[in-house]
């Protein structure tokens, strides 16, 4: 991507990490002596604000701060999508130095299910939203990875299911084709509960009968095993999801 826009690393300012997959962490250990932004989680995102500025005729360079015009065009689409004002009062820095702003959760579900529907947006941006949409469905591997809950939700459900998992325990997701979006947070910002969350409320639009319901429900429930090998308990949605 960056090579196709004439940059190269040197542009990306979401700094670096050694990667969260073990396996990975020790295979990078053993062939680099550090991680570069190419590493990062989020370079792939970066990349794209890049694209995006060379697209536009735009210096990306300082893209990552607030006042750069990448990001008031971001919080432009993201204000006209949540129906959220987003500003200084409630804005933060992510860990890949973004703007990153505190949107109400029925804001976010609504930005979804517009994406998804392409409902309250204008004919381009809803062709956009959609094409963003169908192309994460298609290839869920690329959303997330190995392992992770975004890619697996989609992968049960291929073509039907769109999920993507944010900070602080955020995850969000949508089914195109009823047009429902949804977004949860665990109030304790852990990913293990938010995971379990979704899955459940996902679960919940597909038919008693459609094996769909029954893989999503057992991702609703994990089992929790210590070093060991012993099961010590289970992460599950409580009747307030499944019922």
């Not at 542009?11 to 997959?21: D, I, T, V, Y």
């Not at 990306?60 to 987003?86: C, F, N, W």
């Not at 992770?148 to 949508?174: D, N, Q, S, Y």
Request: with cysteine.
């Amino acid at each position: 991507m960056l090579a196709r826009a004439g940059r190269d690393v040197e542009a990306l300012e979401c700094g670096s990490h050694w990667s969260s997959s073990q396996k990975v962490l020790i295979h990078q250990a053993r062939t680099i002596d550090k991680p570069t932004a190419l590493h990062n989680n989020c370079s792939g995102k970066h990349a794209g604000f890049v694209c995006a500025c060379c697209h536009q005729g735009i210096d990306p360079k300082g893209y990552v701060g607030y006042d750069h015009p990448l990001q008031a065009e971001i919080r432009g689409v993201m204000d006209s999508l949540t129906g959220a004002a987003l500003g200084h009062d409630n804005c933060g820095t992510d860990g890949c130095s973004i703007p990153t702003y505190a949107v109400p959760l029925r804001g976010l579900a609504h930005g979804f299910a517009k994406m998804a529907t392409g409902n309250g947006l204008e004919p381009l941006r809803a062709k956009a939203s959609r094409r963003l949409l169908d192309a994460c469905m298609a290839e869920p591997f690329y959303v997330a990875g190995t392992g992770r809950a975004c890619t697996e939700l989609m992968a049960v459900a291929p073509h039907r299911i769109f999920a993507k998992t944010g900070a602080e325990g955020v995850f969000c997701a949508a089914i195109p084709e009823q047009g429902i979006a949804i977004a949860v947070k665990c109030d304790d910002g852990h990913s293990r509960a938010s995971e379990a969350m979704i899955a459940a409320a996902l679960s919940r639009f597909f038919g008693k009968d459609d094996p769909i319901r029954a893989n999503l429900a057992a991702m609703a429930t994990v089992k929790m095993h210590n070093w060991n090998g012993i099961h010590v308990g289970d992460i599950r949605a409580t009747a307030a999801l499944t019922a």
